[in-house]
């Protein structure tokens, strides 16, 4: 069988998922793919190992019975939710899958999610259980946090799964409720890959969320989601770092919220200046910016037909992204390449994208 997942990017509401609060993605126009079959088993009838290729990272077997998963390993992401599907009682017994994939590796554009959520996918059909995009969204979350070792949110994978085509998505990141938003009519979304590289798990990424998780903890709440934003000014000095990443979280989720409703309304411009707003956040409050990112931000703001721009994704590099006037945007795309070539001596990658579906399965079968 067939199978593929979508990347996804972020148009606002970064670092708020795994503070209960608002996020609104789209699906892009990459996908990972998954062939898999069951593995066939020995002359005596015992199983034997999975098998996983990638035509980038080559080939890894796991032995059910006796190996840890190596946390480090690509091919954890594959392993973990074939063994945590196996916990819940829903196995398939040992498999053969070949990966492809054209989702930027890197770039904050969630390729590992795309990766589960496409593995979820067939493993789930070859085990014959039904397909539920939030059940299965949970699953690979519980990859990344507990095989994985990545402390991050519920958004990656529940994009990946449940995207509408031609819309983002408005997520209660507490509740999982989906609300399909259409972004403004005669805009698209540039998504610019800045070719610089990060990796999450090592990053401070954890560091952040353990701050939120402090000041969460200070102002009595369960959630910053659930912070009044003046709550903040009482928090004492020992805690000045704790503030403006309660800041960042209690200011991204309004902005969120504001634009999903500038996106009801068509109004491009209200929504170009809360994606500027969101990135400033990022940049001095929450401190996961970079150089790179910042240097692509402020060309994409000053460019041809452009009405915000923000970094997305975890961030420290990797990609951004910008709400651009349709009838604009090949202008906007060579100004960008030229203008970061001239500033950092990179070549970057812009892509001109739609909102993508989510996963499906492209053949059944064994």
Known sequence: MVSRAPGRVNLIGEHTDYNGG??????IEFDTVVALSRAKRDRSGRDVVSTVVSEHFGEAMLDHQRDQIDATHWAAYAFGVSRLLDSCG????????????????GASLSSSAALEVAMAAALLHLAGESWDAVATAQICQRVENEVVGMPCGIMDPLICSSAVQGHASLIDCRSLDIEPRRVVDGSVIAILDTMTRRELVDSAYADRRAACARAADWLAVNALRDAPLDAIDGMPDDLTTERRRARHVITENERTLAA???MDS????????????????????????????DTMVAIAQSGPGCRGARMTGGGFAGCALALVDADGAEAFTRSVRDRYRDACGLDADVWLSQ????????????
Do not use: K, Q
């Open 22 to 27: 608002f996020v609104l993605p789209m699906a």
């Open 90 to 105: 829903i196995s398939t017994g040992p498999w053969r899958c070949s990966v492809a994939t054209d989702v930027p590796i």
């Open 260 to 262: 999903a409703n500038a």
């Open 266 to 293: 068509g109004d491009a411009d209200a929504l170009g200046d809360l994606m500027n707003a969101s990135h400033a956040s990022l940049r001095d409050d929450y401190e996961v910016s970079g150089p790179a990112l």
């Open 355 to 366: 909102p993508a579906a989510g996963a499906s399965l492209i053949r059944g079968g064994e």
